[in-house]
Nanobody
Framework: QVQLVESGGGLVQAGGSLQLSCAAS????????MGWFRQAPGKEREFVGG????????YYADSVKGRFTISRDNAKNTVYLQMNSLKPEDTAVYYC??????????????????WGQGTQVTVSS
């Protein structure tokens, strides 16, 4: 089973950038597509974007398209979320997860598992 640990969150001003990392343990990491999600206080968990096992295919929610970029380094068992032009509405706890049920993007939250503990991103106006 893959275990995930997110890092890189913090406080940033609107218009700034952050890069989140999701470090995975387990030899099968490179076999899985991965997803990034976020959850703001009082709101449901929201899909942010995903990447296939090789990194050749990415998919983004409309709310972050053009601002966020997902990449992965299978040699380092790590997935990244580069966030640029951040907005106050991007404030949330960000999670990475393994895609356990294959299919078209974005897929449902229930299609993902091995959730990390999350990392807080706060964007001030």
């Amino acid at each position: 089973q893959v275990q995930l640990v997110e890092s890189g969150g913090g406080l940033v001003q609107a218009g700034g950038s952050l890069q989140l990392s999701c470090a995975a343990s387990g030899r099968t990491f490179s076999s899985y597509a991965m997803g990034w999600f976020r959850q703001a206080p009082g709101k449901e968990r929201e899909f942010v974007g995903g990447i296939n096992w090789s990194g050749s295919v990415t998919y983004y929610a409309d709310s972050v398209k053009g601002r966020f970029t997902i990449s992965r380094d299978n040699a380092k068992n790590t997935v990244y979320l580069q966030m640029n032009s951040l907005k106050p509405e991007d404030t949330a706890v960000y999670y990475c997860a393994v895609r356990l049920v294959q299919g078209s993007w974005p897929g449902r939250s229930s299609h993902f598992g091995s959730w990390g503990q999350g990392t807080q991103v706060t964007v001030s106006s």
